[in-house]
């Protein structure tokens, strides 16, 4: 979910992992600390604000993790990288994950930890009123001219009683940079943006954009970060996993409860300048997306399959018991977390 242009600091990539991870060097002789290797998205920012507050408050050492960082340079092959031992967990999107288990690739999801509000960001002066108006536009979408964008702008068209020719939009390219294809006059319309993120930055580059949510028109909304590993990374590691997320979910509650610390935390560990008013915007309204509820349905992921299918972005339906397990995301009854049993000792 997040984009290249999204972290909001002017330090590098290495200096913000040593930020981050400042104590790791410290704890990786140490022989009953189990290192786990998780691979972003894309480069650090207020999507990973959970595991900042995680580090800073001695959570992950407290659960006997080493938490190694990767971000990539590019988007990377996070099923292959897992595969080769490169890496133990990785961070996703329900798409990809659905993607790459209908094309029988060794992947499984096991926790939800964001979901924003995701969908087509559109110029008003572009002559777009609703979404039928899509048909035949310019569209900026990363992967241009592949079949992902028309695949969302035109499902929005048909759901709005509409028609269109994939052939007939113009694709974009500008990358994962859809505001500045906005802004610079280049398309019309772009997908996928996030409502906590591009509309936010539109908002303070002086584009009054607007916004079509995937949910409000006929789209599961797959606007959403999980954290995926292979079945047999996850059988061979699975206590481990376990105490990284309720590692992760501390620190998801830490942040809807004390707001304010959560924001200290991610300037002084990332070096990002939360007196800019649009970086400080962007970390304010991504906070809300964090979940309390880390699992997923059923429901939701057939609904998603569905839609891909018909959509012909997958051949194979292969359904949520193949990709995706609740077993760590939801707590066992009667079973006190980490915290909990801490605190009455």
């Known amino acids: 979910m997040a984009r290249p242009d999204s972290s909001p600091t002017a330090v590098g990539r290495e200096a913000l992992l040593a930020l981050l991870f400042s104590s790791i060097a410290s704890t990786t002789s140490v022989p009953e600390m189990d290192t786990i290797r998780l691979g972003l998205e894309w480069f650090l920012n207020p999507d990973h604000t959970p595991l900042l507050l995680a580090k800073e408050h001695g959570w992950l050492e407290d659960a006997g993790l080493n938490l190694e960082v990767i971000e990539p340079e590019e988007h990377l092959d996070a099923v292959t990288a897992i595969e080769e031992g490169d890496m133990d967990v990785a961070v ?67 759901a709005d009683g509409g028609t269109y020719d994939p052939d007939a939009f113009t694709p974009v390219d500008y990358g994962f940079y859809h505001t500045d294809a906005l802004v610079d006059g280049e398309a019309d319309a772009a997908t996928l943006a996030f409502y906590n993120f591009e509309l936010v930055e539109a908002a303070h580059r002086g584009l009054e954009a607007e916004f079509f949510a995937l949910k409000d028109w006929g789209i599961p909304d797959f606007c959403q970060l999980v954290l995926i590993s292979t079945p047999s990374r996850l059988e061979e590691r699975r206590d481990a996993f376990a105490r990284l997320v309720e590692v992760l979910r501390r620190g998801i509650d830490l942040l809807h409860q004390r707001p304010a610390e959560a924001r200290a935390v991610y300037a002084r560990r990332t070096g990002a300048d939360l007196d800019d008013e649009q970086t400080d915007a962007i970390f304010g309204a991504t906070l809300p997306c964090f979940t309390y509820d880390l699992s997923m349905t059923a429901q939701y992921y057939e609904q998603l399959e569905a839609w891909m299918a018909g959509r012909n972005l997958i051949d194979d339906r292969p359904g949520k018991g193949a990709y995706w397990t609740n077993a760590l995301a939801l707590p066992s009854p009667g079973t006190p977390s980490q915290e909990t049993a801490a605190a009455l000792r």
């Open 92 to 158: 996703t999107e329900p798409l990809h994950l659905v993607e790459d288990r209908a094309a029988g690739r060794p992947v499984v999801g096991f926790t939800r930890f964001l979901h924003t509000n995701g969908g087509v960001m559109y110029r008003p002066d572009a002559g777009i009123e609703r979404p039928r108006d899509l048909a035949g536009t310019r569209l900026q979408y990363p992967g241009a001219p592949g079949p992902g964008g028309p695949a969302i702008a035109g499902s929005m068209v048909e």
